[in-house]
């Protein structure tokens, strides 16, 4: 059975974009010479089945709206999104689903049971492969609306891996994630 998982996830999805360890809260920054180091803060907020979470150090702070599916019994990752700043006012989705699909025809995301569309993989590593893509103001406004986001992952024996992603407070929580974010 597959379940929300905790915030340990969200906050290592922040700490990735940061180009920080999120394993320890108190992470300290590459220390300049004869400069005190740079301590890391974390912060999250669970609204619905999403969590709003950001990290911030002297330099940067980076937040991230996110959902992830973990295996009930083996409480290992399935899939995850999250929602982050890209270039300018764009906001970009990253994507993440099990590893042994079939690369070619992407991932089908299904908003409701709306027409699917397709979003490419950029890459994978030992936890997943990604798919990226933007955010525009009409998907958003979509997702606002929604109760449930179908993802299929075609695996590589031909065998779909459908997930559904809830979308229980997500126009709440995207709302805290762009106050955060700014």
């Not at 019994?73 to 079939?102: H, I, Q, Y």
Request: proline share 3%.
């Amino acid at each position: 059975m597959i379940k929300l998982c905790n915030r340990t996830a969200a906050l290592t999805i922040v700490g990735a974009l940061l180009g920080l360890s999120c394993v320890d809260a108190t992470a300290q920054a590459p220390i300049a010479k004869n400069a005190e180091p740079a301590s890391t803060k974390h912060w999250s907020n669970t609204i619905g089945d999403w969590i709003v979470a950001c990290a911030q150090n002297d330099q940067t702070k980076v937040c991230a709206l996110s959902q992830t599916l973990s295996d009930a019994e083996t409480k290992r990752v399935v899939a995850a999104w999250s929602f982050n700043k890209g270039t300018g006012d764009k906001v970009n989705v990253m994507l993440r689903g099990p590893l042994g699909v079939a690369l070619a025809p992407g991932v089908q995301i299904a908003i409701d049971a709306e027409k699917p569309f397709s979003a490419a993989y950029e890459t994978c590593s030992t936890i997943g492969c990604m798919a990226n893509f933007e955010a525009t103001s009409a998907l958003l406004t979509q997702l606002r609306k929604a109760s449930k986001v179908s993802v299929v992952f075609q695996g590589v024996r031909g065998r779909p891996i459908s997930l559904d992603f809830q979308m229980r407070g997500f126009s709440k929580a995207y709302d805290t994630y762009l106050q955060e974010a700014k």
